[in-house]
């Protein structure tokens, strides 16, 4: 059987348009004919970190910044689901800040600039099939103040398959599943097959700020919209330093040819891991928040560039809650690697205060707390009293890496943790209201009961029960 043959038929008696299928089956065609998957350590080198322009030398550019903002739509990445924190549906509905969603937040963000400024920037929600429906139902409650800025459109889908046989994966008991979105790579064909390309362009606008969702400190700048326009640049991704805790994120680098590139884990050959984990080797993280021309991104459909955007394959079960289902492996890319198709393109580092994603429920406590703090203008920022460096955080897994289980330890919400330096917590512990953590606090339950810290209870230092 012609597997390939098979595939594509999927995907096409569900109405996926050509320019999707023809990139799953690059990406397939690739897989079958053993292409590297990988992208080898000898073939990438480190960027210097001083030709790494600084965002805290673009004050300058302000001014054609706010000039710029008319032409600029901002891009929500929102196509991801909660399962790693046991949820179903989007994340971005959780409560992250203030008993407000992260969708809450962002919507009200935009719409207060735009009040603000007297601008009329629209924010556009990439969803997924997983996401799409939720999210519109989370809008249509909003009102009619947010419906003539806000727009959605979905990202493709990609057929999962089967590793053993490298045919389609088969699911009749939950077809859904045998498809996963094409990731946030898919981001120009999904532009213009949804029609938004044409629609921004016949607009006026010409640039978009994209960034994740869930990451809350990813806010229009205007020295860096200034900069992005002013210098004609085609794409921008903003890079924060690199620490241990970024050890399995992408990291900027080099191709030999001078183009930069990311790497993602999920490209990196087992032997070239300590390579990738090095953070003084390779010493820039991908915060994931992009600047795009839409005249690059034009060009790049028109001279089909996003081919050469590298796949990321992963090997999962097919139904991650039976662990008696099917390998299967799921094809998808990643935006930050366009950064190597544009000639135009920069690296811009940024201070760690534009980096604040919730991948699982340590972010989210830290969101929660009062480390940072929401402004009048929706903006999250650091507390300004903290005077310590950046926060670590681990929770026992075991007891808190579910959102319901945290809701259930953290009842009344989250510790003070503006004074606090690293907190650790091993066991079942449960906290009362109005909890302070101060310095470096750990807390370890060793006994089969859980363990209460009262209301008021000061936390610091090491403690065993």
Not at 15 to 23: K, L, M, Q, R, V
């Given at each position: 059987m012609n597997f390939s043959a098979a595939l594509i038929d999927k995907m096409r008696s569900e109405?996926?348009?050509?320019?999707?299928?023809?990139?799953f089956a690059h990406f397939y065609l690739r897989l079958v004919q053993g292409a590297p998957a990988t992208i080898a350590e000898t073939d990438i080198i480190p960027v210097d970190p001083g030709s790494v322009p600084n965002m805290a030398d673009l004050d300058r550019y302000a001014g054609s910044g706010r000039v710029a903002l008319a032409k600029t739509a901002i891009i929500k990445l929102n196509g991801g689901l909660g399962t790693s924190m046991g949820l179903d549906g989007p994340k971005s509905l959780i409560r992250a800040k203030n008993d407000l969603s992260f969708l809450d937040i962002t919507v009200r963000q935009v719409g207060r600039l735009n009040d603000s400024l007297g601008t009329s920037?629209?924010?556009?929600?990439?969803?997924?099939?997983?996401?799409?429906?939720?999210?519109?139902e989370a809008l249509g409650g909003m009102g009619a103040a947010y419906r003539d800025f806000v727009d959605c459109f979905s990202q493709h889908k990609f057929p999962k398959v089967d590793a053993g046989t490298l045919g389609p994966a088969s699911w009749p008991d939950d077809p859904i599943l045998e498809w996963n979105p094409a990731g946030h790579g898919d981001l120009f064909l999904s532009l213009q097959s949804s029609g938004l390309l044409q629609k921004l362009c016949d607009r006026g606008f010409r640039y978009l700020f994209v960034s994740n969702i869930d990451n809350l400190g990813a806010q229009i700048d205007l020295p860096i919209l200034g900069y992005f326009a002013e210098e004609g640049i085609d794409f921008l991704m903003e890079v924060t330093d690199r620490t241990a805790m970024d050890r399995k994120g992408g990291h900027l680098a080099r191709r030999k040819n001078g183009r930069l590139t990311l790497r993602e884990a999920g490209q990196c050959a087992p032997e070239d891991l300590s390579f990738f984990r090095?953070?003084?080797?390779?010493?820039?993280f991908n915060t994931n928040n992009v600047w795009i021309s839409l005249d690059a991104v034009k060009r790049c459909l028109e001279k089909k560039l996003n081919l050469s955007l590298p796949p990321v394959i992963t090997r999962k079960l097919l139904n991650v809650h039976d662990a008696a289902s099917p390998a299967v492996l799921n094809f998808e890319s990643a935006l930050g690697s366009a950064i190597s198709l544009f000639e135009k393109s920069v690296a811009l580092r940024v201070p760690r205060s534009r980096f604040a994603p919730v991948k699982n429920c340590d972010d989210l406590l830290l969101i929660w707390s009062d480390y940072y703090v929401l402004t009048?203008?929706?903006q999250l920022r650091l507390n300004p009293s903290r005077r310590l460096p950046p926060i670590s955080i681990a929770l026992d897994p075991k007891h808190y890496s579910l959102i319901d289980l945290l809701h259930e330890r953290f009842p009344t919400g989250a510790p003070s943790l503006v004074d606090c330096e690293?907190?650790?917590?091993?066991?079942?512990?449960?906290?009362?209201?109005?909890?302070?953590?101060?310095?470096?606090?750990?807390?370890?339950?060793?006994?089969?009961?859980?363990?209460?810290?009262?209301?008021?209870?000061?936390?610091?230092?090491n403690r065993t029960v």
């Open positions: 109405g996926i348009p050509e320019s999707a299928i023809e990139t920037m629209h924010l556009l929600l990439m969803n997924s099939f997983f996401t799409e429906l939720a999210t519109k090095d953070v003084a080797r390779y010493s820039f009048q203008d929706y690293s907190f650790s917590v091993n066991g079942d512990i449960r906290f009362g209201r109005e909890v302070i953590v101060r310095g470096a606090a750990s807390l370890s339950n060793t006994q089969p009961v859980q363990l209460v810290i009262g209301d008021g209870t000061v936390v610091s230092g």
